[in-house]
C-alpha cells in the first residue's frame, strides 16, 4: 500500500471496517512486539501503528507513557522502529504513531527517507 488514503477510501467505498493496532515497538521487548505486531495482522488486522517510544510523551495517557518508559529502558531506538516497520510492510500496511521531536532528532528529511524505505 502506497497512500493510506487511498487505502481508507477504497474500504469505505466497499462498505468495509479497517482494523488498526496499536503498539509501543519495544514494549516489553523488541521480540514481543514484533511476534505481537504479526500476530495481529495474521490474525486479520489491516495495518499495524507502531508507536516510537519517547521520553516524555505528556500528550498520551498513562499506559502509552509506561510503555515507552519500558521501551527506551529496553534500549529501543528509532533503528528499531524502521526495522520493526521494514519488515512488517512487506506482509501489511504499517502507520508510526510518535512525537515530532524524533522526526527533528533525526533530521525531517533523513526521518521520512527512512520511513519511504522502510515502507511506511
Known amino acids: 500500500m502506497s497512500d493510506l488514503g487511498t487505502y481508507c ?3 469505505k467505498s466497499q462498505g468495509r471496517k479497517l482494523l488498526s493496532v496499536y503498539l509501543t515497538v519495544g ?8 511476534e505481537c505486531s504479526k500476530a ?3 490474525s486479520g ?13 505528556v500528550a ?4 502509552i507513557q509506561k510503555a515507552s518508559s519500558v521501551a527506551l529502558n529496553n534500549g529501543t531506538s ?16 504499517v502507520v508510526l504513531m510518535g512525537y515530532f521531536n524524533s ?5 525531517r528529511q ?5 520511513a519511504q524505505d522502510a515502507g511506511v
Open 9 to 11: 477510501r477504497t474500504a
Open 27 to 34: 514494549f516489553p521487548t523488541i521480540d514481543w512486539s514484533r
Open 40 to 42: 495481529a495482522l495474521e
Open 45 to 57: 488486522a489491516d495495518m499495524v501503528e507502531l508507536g516510537i517510544p519517547f521520553s516524555d510523551p
Open 60 to 63: 498520551d495517557g498513562p499506559i
Open 78 to 93: 528509532l533503528r528499531d522502529v524502521f526495522s520493526m516497520a521494514e519488515e512488517l510492510s512487506k506482509v501489511e500496511s
Open 103 to 107: 522526526v527533528i532528532g533525526r533530521g
Open 110 to 114: 533523513n526521518f521520512l527517507k527512512s
